[in-house]
T-cell receptor
């Protein structure tokens, strides 16, 4: 039972390059999320998808786009990477009922030079 | 604006030395308060959910409590394997707002 799988684990980009972070979950969860984690700032929500076919902005959406490909997969795209996007990115999923916890992947460490 | 604040930022304990971590919150439409443990290089791992003031949950050496403004994670007689970053998070109607975490180090 893999849970939430993120690829790649590490990535180095030059300013202006683009890339897509992949996330897949095998728990049949309806809702999926992308967070970034920076030192001293905690986890901040970038985008989320409450259910298949819907996406919404979170706290820090600028510079990112997302695609909910199907119920299992939710990708995060950086169209033109900036040094300010250097961070650790976490994907998470949860059931759609009101009180279930988030289940996280192990993150993608992204460095933009 | 909704806020979740954790203190202290870092805590160093001797093995067996009990202590508490604090999470204060100001969140509209709070659905629940969550505690997670995060080890270096890993994603957060769920520990507890608390729904209403006065509620308590326990797991091994950890006990979480909730008031209307704060939650505490009490660690009794910690061991070195309890070293990790502990995150609290407030569940709002559409998302979960996290605190910055407390980095706990337990020395043998």
């Amino acid at each position: 039972n893999a849970g939430v799988t993120q690829t790649p684990k590490f990535q180095v980009l030059k300013t202006g390059q683009s890339m897509t972070l992949q996330c897949a979950q095998d728990m049949n969860h309806n809702s999926m999320y992308w967070y970034r984690q920076d030192p001293g700032m905690g986890l901040r929500l970038i985008y989320y998808s409450a259910s298949e076919g819907t996406t919404d902005k979170g706290e820090v959406p600028n510079g990112y786009n997302v695609s909910r490909l199907n119920k299992r997969e939710f990708s995060l795209r950086l169209e033109s990477a900036a040094p300010s996007q250097t961070s650790v990115y976490f994907c998470a999923s949860r059931r759609q009922d009101l009180i279930s916890p988030l289940h996280f992947g192990n993150g993608t460490r992204l460095t933009v030079t | 604006e909704d806020q979740v604040t954790q203190s202290p930022e870092a805590l160093r304990l001797q093995e067996g030395e009990s202590s508490s971590l604090n999470c204060s919150y100001t969140v509209s439409g709070l659905r629940g308060l969550f505690w997670y443990r995060q080890d270096p290089g890993k994603g957060p791992e769920f520990l507890f959910t608390l729904y209403s003031a006065g509620e308590e949950k326990e797991k091994e050496r950890l006990k979480a409590t909730l008031t209307k403004k704060e939650s505490f994670l009490h660690i009794t007689a910690p061991k070195p394997e309890d070293s990790a970053t502990y995150l609290c998070a407030a569940l709002r109607p559409n998302d979960m707002r996290f605190g910055a975490g407390t980095r706990l180090t337990v020395k043998p």
